[in-house]
DNA sequence: CTTTCATATACGTCAATGCGTATATATAAG
DNA sequence: CTTATATATACGCATTGACGTATATGAAAG
């Protein structure tokens, strides 16, 4: 029978350790958003960016979908009821970060003019989510 | 003057996220305990406790006071509302972890009868604080 | 099938971290 | 001063993690 085993509690936090992460969740937020986006808007090699959703992933912190070329990423909460609430937490508290926020008035400024970035041709919007999904809520 | 800078928040992340300091900010709780307690219930080479210690400390998570031969430590809220928030959060969480549960019975059992145990003998008892310090609240 | 585009992974390097062992420091006791 | 006790730090080693660069994969277009 499926055992529930104990959460990975310092793999979670080990995730949130870091600042390009931090970025990309904050980015994230409660829409699902290509990976095109992250990388317009961070900067740097593309393979930075992967490698960090690769973590976020691992650590069962994001989800990713495919659509033809394109992969979507968003925030899942955690199996966990502690760690969503932290997660969740630390959401609100990244918004009021002045990074988090140039970060995210660029995202805005990027979706609502996505020709103007080369990148972002023919890239798929965010899709604003109705809630963060939880499986503990 | 003295500038408000920004809190390091992959710091503080970083810091919960191993096991052995979960388990000693588990233990101390809202208490002020001696180091040889620590040592006693998680066991392990005593050097182990105190380089999770100086992280801890470097993370602006715990203070030391020493009194004679014996040093104490404690939790202190980090100057940051979010983080005070995300910690206080965690502890509660750590309250319902099996392990960590294990830890405060054994603290317990410990500081009822030091006489058992030889690291123990004549070390101060942990002090129960009146409400964990806290520079945001 | 070949090319192109978006994304992921492999590779090599370097810094950070965790650990056990040994040693240093600080205080108290004799 | 010497010794004993409590705690901290230094050292060497193994692992993890972050990075830039190069390459692989997967899907669509020609």
Redesign the pocket.
């Known amino acids: 029978m499926a055992v529930k085993q104990t959460y990975n509690v310092e793999r979670f936090f080990?995730a949130l350790?870091?600042h390009?992460r931090l970025r990309l969740l904050n980015l994230m937020g409660d829409q699902e958003i290509?990976?095109?986006y992250f990388?317009e808007i961070l900067g740097?090699?593309?393979?930075?960016?992967?490698?960090?959703?690769?973590?976020l992933r691992s650590a069962g912190i994001v989800s990713?979908r495919?659509e033809?070329?394109?992969?979507h990423y968003r925030i899942v909460m955690p199996p966990h009821i502690g760690a969503t609430q932290i997660l969740k937490q630390t959401l609100g508290w990244l918004k009021e970060e002045k990074t988090m926020q140039t970060d995210r008035a660029r995202l805005t400024k990027a979706c609502c003019s996505p020709s103007k970035y080369v990148?972002l041709?023919?890239?798929p919007p965010p899709i604003k989510l109705e809630a963060p999904s939880c499986e503990v809520c």
């Open positions: 080990q350790g870091d390009t290509c990976v095109c990388v740097g090699p593309q393979s930075k960016i992967s490698r960090h959703l690769a973590y990713a495919r033809s070329k394109w992969m990148l041709e023919g890239a």
